[in-house]
Structures are given as C-alpha cells and as structure tokens.
C-alpha cells in the first residue's frame, strides 16, 4: 500500500470534516441552499483558477464522456447540500460517519467490479467486517 496517497485521502477526509462543521454554520445562519450555493460557487471558483494556471489536461475531453456524466457535480452539490442539513440536527461526527458509511458502501461496490476503469478488489469478509464496525460505530456515535 502506497502510505503517502493513504495520508493524503486522510487529509482530504479531514478537510472535509472541517468544511462539514463551517457548512453546518453558514446553512444555520444564511440558510441550507445558500450555504450549499456558497460553498460550491467557492469550489469551483478555486478549481477554475486552478485549471488556469496549473491544468495540463484538456476541458475538450469532456465531449467524448456520455452526457450524464457532465452532471456528476450535482452528486457533490447535493452532499454539501446534505451535510448543511444534517449537521445541525445530528451534530458534524454522526453526519461525516454515515457519510463515509454510505461512501465506503458504494466504494466496495466499484472495487469489486472494476468500475469507471478502476481496480478490481472483491468484496470479502475482511470488507464486510470493516462495514459492519462502520455500521456499529454510526450507532454509538448517534445513539443519545
């Protein structure tokens, strides 16, 4: 296992964290789709300038993508959306848990049949243990 690309999803996990906890503020104080719109609208602007001065691939790509694919921001959208509403009312650890649950899911689902070109790791019992400690752990983090 490569432990620097392990540190680094560490890190970007932890810097959604964060993001979580300020979008649950902003959506309680200037509103849920507000806070999402705000969030997202700074995202991209970030990776705009980022495509400018450091891109190296090509926009034009996206063409030879099927065209539901061109709407596969929407997902993220929708969880900043999510995480705006959810934060306040369960708190910012129970949310990003079931979060990552949901992620770790659908994760194992691409691994295990190699989907969008990626590599294919079945679905075994060590998997499956590692689902259900998610699952145990969502409880204890949400149960009052």
């Given at each position: 296992m490569n432990w620097f690309f392990l540190l680094l999803s560490?890190?970007?996990g932890a810097g959604l964290a964060f993001q979580a906890g300020v979008n649950g503020e902003l959506g309680k104080r200037m509103g849920t789709i507000e806070?999402?719109?705000?969030?997202?609208?700074?995202?991209?602007l970030a990776l705009l300038l980022g495509t400018i001065f450091f891109g190296k691939g090509s926009l034009g790509a996206l063409f030879s993508f099927h065209t539901w694919k061109w709407f596969i921001?929407?997902?993220?959208?929708?969880?900043?959306?999510?995480?705006?509403v959810t934060i306040p009312?369960?708190?910012a650890a129970t949310a990003?848990?079931?979060?990552?649950?949901g992620q770790l899911v659908i994760g194992m689902i691409i691994d295990h049949f190699g989907l969008f070109g990626g590599k294919t790791l079945?679905?075994?019992?060590?998997?499956?243990?590692?689902v259900v400690l998610m699952v145990i752990s969502l409880f204890l983090?949400?149960?009052?």
């Open positions: 560490i890190i970007g806070a999402a719109f705000v969030a997202y609208s700074v995202g991209t921001g929407v997902l993220g959208a929708l969880y900043i959306f999510i995480m705006v009312r369960v708190g990003i848990i079931a979060a990552i649950l079945p679905i075994n019992f060590d998997r499956i243990a590692g983090f949400f149960k009052k």
